[in-house]
């Protein structure tokens, strides 16, 4: 059984920036997609990124474009979250999930294993 724990979350102002760790135990993460969703208070769970298995791939959700960044280091059974230009919009638990497939996909129904979640929250 797959364990994801993410890390890294925080409090900080507006513009700042955070990178967000995901460790996975119990099974090598190398042949499957990661993803990065969130979720606000009050609002569904939403797609953030998410990126190929051997990370030649990735995509991103319109509202995070150009600030934030995903990899993954399939040697350390990781994946990470660059986040610059943070927003206060930004504020959300973050989940770090496990793909079924290979190739990059944005449906959370594609992903199989879930963390806890890392709070993030941005301060204007």
């Known amino acids: 059984q797959v364990q994801l724990v993410e890390s890294g979350g925080g409090l900080v102002q507006a513009g700042g920036s955070l990178r967000l760790s995901c460790a996975a135990s119990g099974r090598t993460i190398s042949s499957v997609a990661m993803g990065w969703f969130r979720q606000a208070p009050g609002k569904e769970r939403e797609f953030v990124s998410t990126?190929?298995?051997?990370?030649?791939?990735?995509s991103y959700a319109d509202s995070v474009k150009g600030r934030f960044t995903i990899s993954r280091d399939n040697a350390k059974n990781t994946v990470y979250l660059q986040m610059n230009s943070l927003k206060v919009e930004d504020t959300a638990v973050y989940y770090c999930?496990?793909?079924?497939?290979?190739?990059?996909?944005?449906?959370?129904?594609?992903?199989?294993?879930w963390g806890q979640g890392t709070q993030v929250t941005v301060s204007s």
């Open positions: 999930a496990l793909g079924k497939m290979s190739y990059n996909t944005r449906w959370a129904a594609d992903f199989g294993s």
């Open positions: 990126i190929s298995w051997g990370g030649g791939s990735t």
